[in-house]
């Protein structure tokens, strides 16, 4: 997992609750330190024992706190890699060309990094079908993502986000249309 998901882990936990629950939730989670560098690459596992600490500490299922998350990485995400962006993309857009512009670009840019690989199906202009495939079974997070990238662009009332498949296997299929 790289530095810049967990640090923004940290911060979101700060943001949501506070500094000292972040401090307790890295001592439950069995980890040394919870301060996190964005140039390296940490075991997955790290995030999987905060995110299943967090959901015992707060009684909220891990897959809907991955959710939660999710949605809170969008507008960082998408500072970041703003370069990448075709201004004139909206939601559809932006999933459609999100395996190609950014996870593209994230994978030679940190060759120890390896987001998810996304096989998007664009099924008409107000439809598509997203397949995450990832060993890591985050699809909880991707799916919070999609939330995000509709919030980020002021659509979130007019996309209908429906994962079809479970959010905690290796492939998870994502229905996104616009209604």
């Known amino acids: ?10 911060r979101y936990v700060q943001t949501q609750y506070d500094h000292s629950t972040w401090v307790k939730l890295v001592e439950l989670a069995g980890l040394e330190e919870g301060n996190f560098s964005h140039k390296e690459v940490y075991p997955d596992e790290h ?7 967090a959901a015992e500490m707060t009684g909220i299922p891990a897959g809907e706190l991955h959710e939660k998350f999710g949605e809170y990485l969008v507008p960082d995400l998408m ?7 075709n201004p004139d993309w909206r939601t559809l857009d932006m999933l459609e060309h999100t395996e190609n512009s950014l996870h593209n670009q994230v994978r030679r840019e940190h060759i120890d990094n390896a987001p998810p690989v996304l096989q998007v199906t664009r099924l008409n202009a107000n439809e ?8 890591r079974r985050m699809g909880g997070l991707a ?3 999609v939330r995000g990238v ?13 994962p079809t498949t479970s959010e905690d296997g290796e492939r998870v299929q994502i229905h996104v249309r616009r209604n």
């Open 1 to 10: 997992m790289h530095g810049t998901i967990l640090t923004l882990l940290k």
């Open 143 to 145: 799916v919070g993502i």
């Open 150 to 162: 509709a919030t980020y662009y002021d659509e979130a009332d007019r996309i209908d986000v429906l």
């Open 47 to 53: 995030l999987y024992a905060l995110i299943g600490r």
């Open 79 to 85: 500072y970041m890699y703003q370069k990448y962006l």
């Open 128 to 135: 598509l079908l997203i397949d995450y495939v990832s060993a």
